[in-house]
């Protein structure tokens, strides 16, 4: 059985930090692109970081470039997203995706609630 539990969100000030995990069990987590979404009531989920296998190639939306980092950890089947500078319009819930190869399936965690405001 596939889960994928977020961790780490949270209130914080305008320019504070957070640091998320998403860690994976019933998996090969190596065998998974992983990526991390948000999203706002009545909006489409939005991308925010991507990471490939073994983290060679990172990708994020235009909107965080700059204020996060997403790194993995293939040894503890966590992935993380690293937030810096966090402005109000960063409040979602945040979700970790998982991407398998081939026919291996896609998979979502339950969302973790990020909060910024003062």
């Known amino acids: 059985q596939v889960q994928l539990v977020e961790s780490g969100g949270g209130w914080v000030q305008p320019g504070g930090s957070l640091r998320l995990s998403c860690a994976a069990s019933?998996?090969?987590?190596?065998?998974?692109?992983m990526s991390w979404y948000r999203q706002v009531p009545g909006k489409d989920r939005e991308l925010v970081a991507t990471?490939?296998?073994?983290?060679?190639?990172?990708n994020y939306a235009d909107s965080m470039k700059g204020r996060c980092t997403i790194s993995r950890d293939n040894v503890k089947n966590t992935v993380y997203l690293q937030m810096n500078s966090l402005k109000p319009e960063d409040t979602a819930v945040y979700y970790c995706?998982?991407?398998?190869?081939?026919?291996?399936?896609?998979?979502w965690g339950q969302g973790t609630q990020v909060t910024v405001s003062s």
């Open positions: 995706h998982a991407r398998g190869l081939g026919d291996l399936g896609n998979y």
């Open positions: 019933g998996v090969t987590f190596s065998r998974y692109t």
């Open positions: 990471i490939s296998r073994f983290g060679a190639n990172t």
